[in-house]
């Protein structure tokens, strides 16, 4: 899954006690160890109209198979918000498979904190028999962006509404009764019914359309070929009326989207990619494809930036679909990362899954770090993998250094409860686990890295597995191709996966001195986890002295000597060579001058990324500078660049059907434009962004309505976030952190949180707010005791109604500004003074 929205780090201090011992086996959240599925046949029939009372619905029948491993008198099944038919007293009917009998049910009732359908049996069921259990059910289509749920838009003046699902992590329950954990893999036989001229579509390859009349409509029934054995989370269902383009070449790629998209080739550059990004991936892990198709499809409303269910990705829209004439080239690369990001799950996260949620980093962090490389394969002429560095090293490194940081991997007995499951997403996990494993395949180098990976894809094909497999297969690529570590890849990792932070390096060039300690934005933080590790790790440092690189060492304690670290006259050391260490590094002051005067003299000698690094000034150096110019001279009020943004928006505004502003600078005029001009100019833009077809540039808009000055319509554009006819819930989120991102808006934005705090999460959110980067995004710069105290009161003021995946956030944003008033009070003078030099 592709987390767009910058999640800066959360994760909760132990929601609730889930070491409690509970006598009743429906009171915990895992499931037992008697029972798994192995088959479900299911129907479902999403109603796209409202019914008498305004509520759109779905029906279902669900029949699945399952196997007794375990002698018990208990069915327990996860079902959530399901209203379950009643057959004789009871919510489901059970029956037996083959040689088995079914014992009659005693009592059956949901158990909605775990969310259960629970089922007493009047006599067990036996070991190594299979039974069936059978549900009828109806469910609310919601627009709630979880499990089956509804979407929203207009085309040609009319509503449609498109019934499209997120499983993952724990929703199946919600459109079904099912064993909801990945552990329980099953094939999935699914039968969609649907209005008569929409499209139905699920991971499996259609096999059967047929019109018929059910319960006096006229409908087709779609059915799908079965699909391989996998998790419930994995699952997809889509009914509209969309259409596609396509292309086969061995392997079916549809990319589907609104009728006007498509028509516009808004699917084009998708369709270009995904033939060449599905090929990289069968020769990098050397498995080919496991499915028959390769569907991807852009929604409207859409929690997550993509969700990589097996066979038929979802996207928002923005993720999948490129205009050539109004998205910009980052929209573009976007794209091509986020589609290499969902298809190499199809391998690694699909065919092989991890057992549970608390090793999420893997199978994320993975996806990430290869992306890059599926990216470049297509696009070779961008430099892609050089962008990870920005993207995920340093956005990792910004809330690891953070007290409050958290380990890659925790145990899983204290990831349960669905909110828990929900936090694991995080920068950590994404960007963190990418970092580390590019580093691991460094040390390894990529051949073996990939040897590895390939026994381990196809020895757990179809199979769950633990973090450790991966490493046990690793090691056995080095072994075989006699490689030379000096600890084993599980001994090398674990400081990495099993601890929190990382360290920085310093090197003394005067004595060969290397040593490594915790890096931490406030060394002094008082929180502080143990860890078993003494926060110390295992340091490869590939490195370079005076443009020629050197062997390979290892820092494996706390400290140690290197007489080739030491330099003298012009000599300079320059450690972790293209960043591809999850690490810092820190000089004696002489190579540190050393290195600065090598990059004024001749920085061609130094890696781009390392420049980038020492001169911290990565983005002008790696791309669009018009875009950074203009950015940089309108946000700090240079009049000419005012102006000249005002008059291009006031052409657009008097010729609104012909935009000539370049896409890649839209972005910065219309904020521009905005921000300078009064109510119509925002009102034209407000226009512009209900009329915007193309989600891309509707999120330009969106973002550029937050930089106005004027505090009435600040106000008013905070309202609509709470209306999901003017703000999708998807975008609610977004929207009050960039109003927050504005000076100007800063505190309306954390005054309307504070205010509406209770109502956003306990009533209008729940499944939409992104509660976490909410409130990261909000205080990511409070920096004074007052601040600090506002922050203390609303964790006190709101502590009943709590904070549920925002937790973590809260307790970062309040540690952050803890540290942030730290550092002010101590640099004051010294950035007066720096400040005063340059005037002067
Ligand atoms: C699934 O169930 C339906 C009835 O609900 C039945 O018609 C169909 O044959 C079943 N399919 C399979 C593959 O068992
Ligand atoms: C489920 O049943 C409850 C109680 O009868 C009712 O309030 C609710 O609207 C029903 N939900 C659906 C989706 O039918
Ligand atoms: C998908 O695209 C193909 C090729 O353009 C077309 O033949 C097919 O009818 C389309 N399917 C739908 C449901 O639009
Ligand atoms: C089809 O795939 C083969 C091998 O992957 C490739 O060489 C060929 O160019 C592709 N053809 C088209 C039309 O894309
Ligand atoms: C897709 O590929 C075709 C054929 O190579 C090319 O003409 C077209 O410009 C590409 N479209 C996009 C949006 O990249
Ligand atoms: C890919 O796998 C095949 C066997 O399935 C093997 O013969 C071949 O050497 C492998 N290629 C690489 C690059 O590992
Ligand atoms: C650093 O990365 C560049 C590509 O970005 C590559 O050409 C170069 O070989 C790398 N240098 C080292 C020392 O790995
Ligand atoms: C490097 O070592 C010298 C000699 O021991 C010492 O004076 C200096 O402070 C050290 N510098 C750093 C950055 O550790
Ligand atoms: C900007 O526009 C204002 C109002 O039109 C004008 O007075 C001013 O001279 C312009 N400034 C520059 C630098 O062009
Ligand atoms: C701010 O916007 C409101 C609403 O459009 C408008 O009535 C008011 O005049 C504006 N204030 C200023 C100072 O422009
Ligand atoms: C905005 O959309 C409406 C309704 O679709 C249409 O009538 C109007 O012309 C559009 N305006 C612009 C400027 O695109």
């Not at 087709?220 to 596609?244: G, H, I, Q, R, W």
Request: charged letters at 20%; proline letters at 4%.
């Amino acid at each position: 899954m592709a987390s767009l929205a910058a999640i800066v780090g959360l994760w909760t201090v132990q929601l609730l006690p889930s070491t409690e011992s509970r006598d009743e086996p429906w009171k915990s959240y895992r499931l037992p160890d008697t029972l798994v599925p192995t088959y479900y046949n299911i129907t479902l029939w999403p109603r796209l109209h409202p019914d008498a009372y305004g509520l759109f619905l779905f029906t279902g029948k669900c029949k699945v198979v399952f196997t007794c491993l375990k002698e018990t008198d208990l069915i327990l099944i996860h079902c959530n918000k399901l209203n379950l038919t009643s057959f004789d007293g009871h919510l489901a009917k059970l029956s037996a498979v083959g040689t088995a009998v079914a014992p009659s049910i005693q009592k059956s009732w949901m158990q909605e904190v775990t969310q259960y359908l629970v089922i007493q049996l009047k006599s067990k069921l036996r070991a190594g028999e299979h039974y069936e259990l059978y549900t009828e059910f109806v469910g609310e289509l919601a627009d709630d962006l979880a499990g089956f749920y509804r979407s929203e838009y207009e085309e040609n003046g009319e509503k449609k509404i498109v019934a499209t699902s997120q499983m993952h992590p724990t929703h199946a329950r919600k459109t079904f009764p099912c064993f909801d954990e990945p552990a329980m893999r099953a094939v999935f036989c699914i039968t969609l019914i649907h209005d008569r001229g929409t499209v139905a579509l699920s991971n499996g390859m259609e096999i059967d359309t047929t019109d018929s009349i059910h319960d006096g409509k006229p409908v087709t029934v779609t059915t799908f070929e079965p699909t391989k054995s996998m998790s419930s989370y994995l699952l997809a269902l889509v009914v509209s009326d969309y259409t596609n383009v396509t292309s086969a070449n061995n392997t079916l790629i549809r990319i589907w989207a609104r009728e006007k998209a498509i028509e516009d080739g808004h699917g084009d550059y998708a369709l270009n990619i995904t033939g060449p990004i599905l090929k990289f991936f069968e020769d990098y892990y050397n498995v080919s494809y496991p499915l028959s198709k390769s569907d991807q499809i852009a929604v409207p409303d859409f929690y997550f930036g993509a969700m990589e269910n097996w066979g038929l990705v979802i996207y928002r829209e923005t993720n999948l679909l490129y205009d050539p004439l109004t998205s910009s080239n980052a929209n573009k690369e976007t794209t091509a990362t986020i589609i290499a990001h969902e298809l190499a799950h199809m391998w690694f996260g699909n065919l092989v899954t991890l057992k549970w949620w608390n090793e999420v980093w893997l199978n994320e962090g993975f996806a990430s770090y290869v992306s890059y490389l599926g990216a470049d394969f297509a696009e070779p002429s961008w430099n892609v993998k050089d962008l990870i560095v920005l993207d995920d090293v340093h956005r990792a490194f910004a809330v690891d250094a953070l007290a409050s940081s958290h380990p890659l991997s925790s145990k899983e007995e204290d990831i349960i409860i669905p909110e828990q499951i929900t936090e694991q997403f995080d920068t950590v996990s994404y960007s963190k686990g990418a970092s580390v494993l590019r580093m691991l395949s460094d040390f390894l180098t990529e051949p073996i890295f990939v040897q590895g990976l390939n026994t381990y894809l196809t020895t757990f094909a179809y199979q769950n597995t633990v973090g450790e497999d991966l490493w046990n297969h690793l090691q056995s690529a080095v072994i075989e191709t006699g490689t030379v570590l000096p600890l084993s890849v599980k001994d090398i990792m674990d400081p990495w996966v099993l601890q929190m932070g990382f360290p920085v390096v310093t090197v003394n060039t005067t004595t060969g001195q290397i040593s490594q300690k915790h890096f931490l934005l406030d060394s002094e933080s008082t929180f502080r986890r143990r860890s078993p590790f003494n926060y110390e790790w295992n340091v490869p440092i590939n490195w370079m002295k005076t443009q020629v690189v050197q062997p390979r060492i290892w820092l494996l304690e706390k400290m140690a000597f290197n007489n080739n670290m030491k330099t003298n006259g012009n000599e300079w050391v320059l450690v972790n060579l293209n960043m591809t260490g999850y690490y810092r590094v820190n000089y004696d002051t002489e190579n540190w001058e050393r290195l600065l005067n090598q990059l004024s003299e001749n920085h061609q000698v130094i890696p781009v990324i390392n420049r980038a690094q020492i001169v911290d000034d990565a983005f002008n150096l790696a791309r669009y500078n018009q875009v950074n110019a203009i950015r940089f001279a309108c946000s700090t009020g240079v009049e000419e660049c005012q102006n000249l943004t005002s008059i291009w928006y006031r052409q657009w505004m008097d010729q609104p059907y012909q935009n000539k502003i370049h896409p890649n600078l839209r972005s910065t005029v219309y904020c521009s434009a905005i921000a300078t001009g009064g109510t119509e100019e925002w009102d034209f833009g407000w226009a512009m962004f209900q009329n915007a077809t193309i989600a891309s540039e509707a999120n330009k808009l969106m973002s550029s309505l937050a930089c106005a000055k004027n505090q009435t319509l600040l106000q008013r554009y905070l309202g609509y976030t709470l209306d999901p006819s003017m703000i999708r819930k998807q975008d609610a989120s977004s929207v009050i952190v960039y109003i927050a991102s504005n000076t100007d808006g800063q505190s309306l934005a954390w005054d309307f949180v504070r205010k509406n705090w209770p109502y956003m999460f306990t009533e209008y959110g729940v499944g939409s707010f992104n509660f976490a980067s909410l409130i990261s995004g909000i205080t990511k710069t409070f920096s004074t005791e007052e601040e600090l105290q506002q922050l203390q009161e609303f964790k006190r003021e709101n502590s009943q109604v709590g904070f549920g995946s925002g937790t973590v956030a809260l307790e970062q944003a309040i540690e952050k500004t803890k540290a942030n008033i730290k550092w002010v009070s101590e640099n004051q003078k010294e950035i007066a003074d720096w400040l005063v030099a340059r005037m002067a």
